[in-house]
């Protein structure tokens, strides 16, 4: 999946550089997808995929998943 030049741009200012495959997982959730649906379109475990979502909450110094999708709202992911 390819994002567009201004959201990659917003992405690459995150607190941690993020792979393709961190970057579509975030699209997904920013689109409201739960975690199964994310997980099956992205041909992983739930829990590997709650697994990164872990570590990028850590990295990005949030305790929840609300407060993930507001730093992928402000990053403009939200659409």
């Given at each position: 999946?390819s ?5 990659s ?8 550089s993020?792979?393709?495959r ?6 997904h ?19 590997t995929?709650q697994?990164e979502l872990?570590e990028l909450m ?15 709202a402000l ?5």
């Amino acid at each position: 999946m390819s994002l567009g030049g201004a959201r990659s741009a917003l992405l690459d200012n995150c607190p941690t550089s993020l792979s393709e495959r961190q970057r579509s997982m975030l699209l997904h959730l920013a689109r409201g997808l739960s975690d199964r649906s994310v997980a099956n379109r992205m041909a992983i475990s739930e829990r590997t995929l709650q697994r990164e979502l872990k570590e990028l909450m850590s990295a990005w110094g949030v305790s929840s998943r609300l407060q993930l999708g507001v730093q992928i709202a402000l990053r403009g992911l939200h659409s």
